[in-house]
């Protein structure tokens, strides 16, 4: 089995899915709308992403900008439709006014997707209490990451905090993967490594003509290398 760290990309449609397994990604987080950071995509795109690759794909659930969940019948039929295509993997997190995790709709969800796995996304990063909210979903089923700057800054900010997060591995509410994302740069990922993170999420950075132009196998392929080496 392979130890090497995971690189997961972000893609809008199959050209991008395509160009991002070509450079090496082992995952993909699949959403449409990057204006509002990302939100669940259509069914027709999932499909035509999911005959294009044969990685695994993570499918955001969100209706909207922010972290606040929106309509929950709403988010549990999106859900449903999308398990129906064939999804397997999952992208949510919400999060209520006082700044904890929205239980009811992260459980609501959770019953929805019956055991697979998902990803808790940056909604931590905004969050009132990094190390209570781990806790609080803790026993949830399917839950094995977080995407998560370790600030809602990114990257830079938050380094020391995901640095103290990793060492804590194996502890109650600690035991999902850190997926690291949110103004990552190359030049991070020997700190990074260093602490025993192994995973890593890139959406701009794969892509050097910005969010209007797809996602280039090279660019891909130099994150790959990187990680590698």
């Known amino acids: 089995m392979s130890n090497r760290a995971v690189l997961e990309v972000i893609a809008l449609d199959a050209e991008d899915a ?3 397994q070509a450079g090496g990604a082992d995952r993909l987080e699949l959403v449409t709308d990057m204006a509002a950071d990302g939100l669940t995509p259509p069914r027709p795109t ?3 992403i999911r005959a294009a690759v044969d990685l695994p794909l993570r499918v955001m659930i969100r209706l909207a900008g922010g972290f606040a969940a929106g309509d929950l019948d709403v988010l549990v039929a999106k859900a449903h439709e999308l398990r129906e295509a064939g999804a397997e993997e999952f992208v949510l997190g919400f999060l209520d006014a006082e700044g904890g995790p929205d239980l009811d709709a992260v459980e609501r969800l959770v019953t929805e997707l019956d055991g697979c796995h ?5 909604a931590i990063d905004r969050s009132a209490d990094r190390d209570m909210l781990r806790k609080q979903l803790a026993d949830l089923p399917g839950l ?4 998560t700057a370790g600030s809602p800054k990114g ?3 938050g380094i020391p905090t995901l640095v103290a997060e990793m060492a804590r591995k194996g502890e109650p509410g600690y035991e999902p993967r850190i997926l690291v994302g949110g103004g990552l740069r ?5 700190e990074l490594l260093a602490a025993g993170i192994d995973a890593v999420h890139i959406g701009g950075a794969a892509r050097p003509q910005g969010w209007s132009g797809p996602v280039d196998a090279a660019a891909v392929r ?7 080496a």
């Open 18 to 20: 395509v160009a991002a």
């Open 46 to 48: 999932f499909a035509e």
């Open 118 to 122: 998902w990803t808790f996304h940056r």
């Open 144 to 147: 094995d990451t977080y995407l």
């Open 155 to 157: 990257v830079d900010d």
């Open 186 to 190: 190359l030049d991070h990922l020997p």
């Open 222 to 228: 130099e994150w790959r290398t990187v990680l590698d």
